[in-house]
């Protein structure tokens, strides 16, 4: 089993649209969390950390669930701008295990 | 303020040639770390620095990569002899310390192929 799992996609939804990834982690000693954007040939950057009690940023909100083990990234209104693929992060011990990555396509 | 450098930027080899790579972390970033990133997945951690000490290197092949930080600043990577199945983006990263909320940043990468 991958230590982080998230549905490969793509999505590929309309400008406006709303949509939500997922992502599953094994290790339960991690501590800490985050979503990355990765475009196309390019590194990975830090889209927002993930906290228990779940934090938005404009138009992104991440939701934790400890018990469930479980992650979460919500984009509402989305813009062409935001197609990339988002890699789901946790960091059980001073480094960060990501996952595949889920690839999204907004179209106009 | 400067991002974290890498070089070359692309390489391609033969396989069972030797090949290196430079990386220099954003200036004062303590924790320098090297990802190997295959196509379709997401980056693996290969080695993580602390200034010139190994934190981590756990998940590095080490009968044919090895790398170093002698410094405590820039760091190489190096795999000899290569394998097909090196073929990947090999991604530097630097932090400013080892807190778990210190964020990597992350270099352009060195894209590999191995032929």
């Known amino acids: 089993r991958k230590e982080v799992e998230q549905d490969p996609g793509p999505f590929n939804v309309p400008e406006g649209a709303t949509v939500a990834f997922n992502c599953t982690y094994s290790n339960s000693a991690s501590q800490s969390f985050f979503w990355y954007r990765q475009d196309c040939r390019k590194e990975p950057k830090l889209l927002m950390s993930v906290y228990s009690s779940g934090n938005e940023d404009g138009r992104f909100t991440a939701q934790l669930n400890r018990a469930s083990q479980y992650i979460s990234l919500l984009i509402r209104d989305s813009k062409l701008s935001d197609s990339a693929t988002y890699l789901c992060v946790v960091n059980p011990r001073y480094k960060l295990i990501f996952g595949s990555g889920t690839r999204l396509l907004v179209r106009p | 303020e400067a991002g974290v450098a890498q070089s070359p930027r692309y390489k391609i080899i033969e396989k069972r040639q030797s090949v290196a790579f430079w990386c220099n972390p954003i200036s004062g970033h303590a924790t320098l770390y090297w990802y190997q990133q295959i196509l379709g997945q997401g980056p693996k951690l290969l080695i993580q620095?602390?200034?010139?000490?190994?934190?981590?290197d756990s998940q590095l092949p080490k009968d044919r990569f090895s790398a170093e930080r002698l410094k405590g600043v820039d760091s190489t990577l190096k795999i000899q002899p290569a394998k097909l199945e090196d073929s990947a983006v090999y991604l530097c990263?630097?932090?400013?310390?080892?807190?778990?909320?210190?964020?990597?940043?992350f270099g352009p990468g060195t894209r590999l192929t191995v032929l």
């Open positions: 990263a630097s932090s400013f310390g080892l807190a778990e909320d210190n964020e990597q940043f």
């Open positions: 620095f602390q200034n010139n000490g190994v934190v981590d």
